[in-house]
């Protein structure tokens, strides 16, 4: 039961960053009931979604995780460079402002 507690209190975190963007920008938003964070440097994205997808969504769901990109960040996604599916997905960014 004590090996439980920590797993309990990670669980309840919420959205984490990988290692390479913990000094990023985040943005959390809802899309179509579904709720994501974004985090983002000059040159790299994450996009997490938050919750449960049922059977059947995740094409729509990947969909929307590459359309937050830009809107979020004001940047372009290199698409080459996208990895992950519908729960995380990372990618690489050109910025015309950066």
């Known amino acids: 039961m004590k090996a439980l507690i ?4 990670l669980a ?8 390479e963007f913990f000094n990023a ?4 938003l809802t899309r179509d009931g579904h709720q ?18 049922k059977r059947g969504e995740h094409d729509d769901i990947r ?3 590459i359309a937050l990109i830009p809107e979020v960040t004001g940047c372009k996604l290199r698409e080459s460079s ?3 599916d ?3 997905m990372r990618g690489s960014i050109r910025c015309s402002h950066a």
């Open 82 to 84: 996208l990895t992950g």
């Open 25 to 28: 920008k985040r943005v959390d």
């Open 63 to 65: 969909a929307q995780m």
């Open 86 to 88: 519908s729960g995380e």
């Open 36 to 53: 994501y964070t974004v985090f983002y440097t000059e040159k790299r994205v994450e996009v997490i979604r938050q919750g449960y997808a």
């Open 6 to 9: 920590p797993l309990l209190i």
């Open 12 to 19: 309840a975190c919420g959205a984490q960053a990988a290692p």
